[in-house]
């Protein structure tokens, strides 16, 4: 078992995170504020601060969720302390669970706000999904009747 403030490998916080490497790989790419060090090979090595960040970053995803644009919003206008403390608030009130959220949810609804900004456009576009799927199955039908004919 390692020191609380040595370095970890990917492997590792994965396994901590309980989450796949590819994905902290792909969130590395997603949010810049995530610099793990590196070594010879690619190898990755993450510091404390880069672990709290990266639960910081699963928290607002998973628990909150929050979007991936909608994180990088709040990294990019708020800062990465801000997002370190907001997760550290959520633990506080997971730990209390005096209350459900310390949060304004105003605020909240900017960044989640794109997770459904295609709503609109997926209904107006249902009436030609509909007549899509209609066409569809005339077709299908029309080629049934073919090959049943055969």
């Known amino acids: 078992m390692k020191k609380d403030g040595a370095f970890k490998t990917i492997s590792e916080v994965a396994t901590e995170l309980n ?8 969130w590395e790419k997603k949010f810049s504020a995530i610099k793990p060090m590196t070594r010879g090979g690619g190898r990755r090595y993450y510091r404390p601060e880069d672990i709290v960040l990266l639960k910081s970053i699963q928290n607002l995803l998973y ?6 644009s909608g994180v990088q919003r709040l990294l990019k ?19 209390s669970k005096d209350s459900k959220n310390n949060h304004d949810i105003g605020d909240s609804n900017i960044y989640r706000s794109d997770l459904f900004d295609d709503q609109n456009l997926i209904n107006e576009n ?3 999904f509909n007549q899509f799927i ?7 039908e029309a080629l049934q009747n073919i090959l049943r004919a055969q």
């Open 19 to 26: 989450i796949q490497q590819h994905v902290l790989r792909f």
């Open 63 to 68: 628990s909150e969720m929050y979007t991936i």
């Open 77 to 95: 206008e708020n800062g990465k302390s801000y997002v370190l403390n907001k997760y550290a608030d959520d633990m506080e009130d997971d730990d």
């Open 126 to 128: 249902t009436k030609d």
């Open 134 to 140: 209609s066409n569809s199955i005339l077709e299908l």
